[in-house]
């Protein structure tokens, strides 16, 4: 049996989204936006602002939903969802899912390619 520890399986959830989901013209800048977004705003107002403005931060905060469900930290599939189980959420487990956000964010930022100036990858 292959015993994972969580930096493998944060690193794995990463480079998965990444490649699969991450694609797109702008995706390492978004990336990169959005640890100092939580950690100025909380998760919830990070998640409000990746609602109201799209532009691939949907796509980031879908990918933390999916690294999320793996650690069963979460059943939400889509950011409503996600957005409605924090709002009803105490503080410690609001707590803990922003600590394993930002903890993932640091591999998935790295993974998350940048554009060139013309907007290829």
Do not use: W
């Not at 702008?26 to 998760?43: D, F, L, Q, T």
């Not at 469900?69 to 709002?87: V, W, Y």
């Amino acid at each position: 049996m292959n015993i994972q520890n969580l930096d493998q399986i944060r690193a794995a959830n990463a480079l998965k989204a990444a490649k699969s989901k991450m694609g797109g013209k702008n995706s390492g800048e978004v990336v990169k936006k959005i640890p100092p977004m939580i950690r100025e705003n909380g998760i919830l107002g990070a998640l409000a602002f990746a609602k109201e403005n799209g532009k691939g931060y949907e796509v980031c905060f879908n990918a933390i939903i999916e690294h999320l469900k793996s650690l069963g930290k979460t059943s939400s599939n889509d950011l409503d969802s996600f957005l409605n189980e924090l709002t009803q959420a105490n503080s410690a487990k609001l707590r803990e899912v922003t600590s394993e956000a930002m903890l993932y964010l640091n591999y998935l930022r790295r993974f998350a390619r940048k554009s060139d100036k013309n907007g290829e990858e």
